[in-house]
């Protein structure tokens, strides 16, 4: 029952905000996805309208989560080129495509989150899909993206489009330290890219780039 009605939820949100025909499209999208990777990830949230004490909500977009076609598109793409495994979303949410990464090949794969609420689901769940997968180190963080430093190792970074422009610059800052830091090949999976230009103008390429239903978007970026 609660699935139905995050589904619910979920198909009026896109209905409302786009039109009913993408909505219908997606929601089969995230029903297909569910099962296939056995998650409950489906549903929306205003992030932005919280009132969380000690930690300003107002620079974060809703949470939506990520389209699995797209997902599985992304995967298949970079796992084209060579990295040494290691995945960190930041923004990660309910954690779709951290499962998503793990069913892909990745051995090391890191989140940070920044509402407490969600980095409290989402280490329950990833307790218990851990066992799915005993190969694999996971580990949640709950931080401001902005503040947080970029691992060394990490290959493959994950964005969508988790807040506003002031944070992403503050956060690309970051990735170029590391790469600073530590020279290595690096690669941005970004959905929705409307601040693709701030990994550009730090040399970034975009490598890939594509659609869903012409409304999804998604790219990868390597430098």
Known sequence: MQQALSYLKYFFYIALNFN???????????????????????????????????????????????????????FDEVNKHPHNKTFL??????GRSLVVAA???????????????????????????AVRFPAVSFSITCTDAAQYKIPDEVQVIFFYNPFNEKVMRRVVQNIVDSLSRAKRPLFIIYFNPIYKQQFLKEGFKEIYYTTRFHSLTACILSR
């Open 20 to 74: 009913p025909v993408l909505a219908v499209a997606v929601l089969l999208d995230d029903i297909r996805g569910e099962h296939k990777y056995n998650l409950r990830t489906t549903g929306i949230k205003e992030t932005y309208k919280l009132k969380i004490k000690g930690i300003d909500t107002s620079s974060a977009f809703e949470y939506m989560p990520s389209n699995y076609v797209l997902l599985e598109k992304v």
């Open 89 to 94: 979303d930041i923004g990660c949410g309910k």
């Open 103 to 129: 069913y892909f090949g990745f051995e090391k794969i890191m989140g940070i989150e920044f509402i407490p609420e969600y980095y409290r689901q989402l280490q329950k769940q990833i307790n218990k899909i």
